[in-house]
C-alpha cells in the first residue's frame, strides 16, 4: 500500500485528500501525476524519519519530474536528509543543485549558511582562526542572499551577521 494512503495523522490525511483532488482536476500527466505521488510519499516517510524510504521515493520522482522548479524540491529534501544524517558535504551538493533550478529558494541558501557555520566553529575548535574566517565569511554569503529573498526569516542569521559585523559586507 502506497504510503499516502497509510497516513495515521489528520493534517498528511487531509493533504492527501487535496492532493489527489487537485491530481484528478489539474490537467497532468500521468508521469507527472507519478512523480507527484513519489514526492508526496517521500515527504510523508521524511516526516516519520524514514529516510531510507524517503530517499527511494524522491530519487523515484527525480527520474520521472522534468520541470527544473518542482526538480529543485526534490533536491532540496534529498539534502535535507543528508544534512540531518551528518553528511554535510553531501547535502551540500543537493541544496547547489536545487539552486541551480531554482535560485529563489531561500531555505537551501539558509541550510547552506548553517552547514559553512557548523564547519567554522569546528575549524575554531580544532585551532584554525583563519579557515573559521573563510567558512564564517562564506556562512554570511549565503544568510545574506536568503534574506533578501526572505526578509522576515532567519532572524538568528540576521542577528549574527550584525552582531558580527558582517550584515552589510563588513568582517
Known amino acids: 500500500m502506497p504510503r499516502s494512503q497509510r497516513n495515521d495523522n489528520f493534517i498528511d490525511k487531509t493533504f492527501t485528500v487535496v492532493a489527489d483532488i487537485l491530481l484528478k482536476v ?5 508521469r507527472e501525476k507519478e512523480a507527484f505521488s513519489y514526492y508526496r510519499d ?3 516517510a521524511q ?4 529516510y531510507a524510504e524517503a530517499l527511494q521515493n524522491y ?4 527520474r520521472l519530474e522534468i520541470d527544473p522548479y518542482d526538480r ?3 533536491l532540496y529534501n534529498i539534502g535535507l536528509i543528508h544534512t540531518s544524517n551528518g553528511e554535510h558535504a553531501k547535502a551540500l551538493e543537493y541544496y547547489y543543485q536545487a539552486l541551480e533550478r531554482n535560485p529563489s529558494l531561500p531555505q537551501a541558501l539558509n541550510n547552506i549558511a548553517v552547514i559553512y557555520h557548523y564547519r567554522g566553529e569546528q575549524a575554531i575548535e580544532a585551532g584554525n582562526p583563519q579557515i ?3 567558512l564564517f565569511d562564506k556562512a554570511a554569503d549565503y544568510w545574506k542572499e536568503a534574506i533578501r529573498l526572505a ?3 532567519y532572524i538568528e ?3 549574527w551577521l550584525q552582531i558580527t559585523g558582517r550584515l552589510q559586507g563588513k568582517n
Open 42 to 44: 517521500g515527504m510523508s
Open 47 to 50: 516526516a516519520e524519519g524514514e
Open 59 to 62: 530519487y523515484e520522482a527525480m
Open 132 to 134: 573559521s574566517q573563510v
Open 151 to 153: 526578509p522576515t526569516n
Open 157 to 159: 542569521a540576521q542577528n
Open 72 to 74: 529543485s524540491y526534490i
Open 26 to 30: 489539474l490537467p497532468t500527466t500521468k
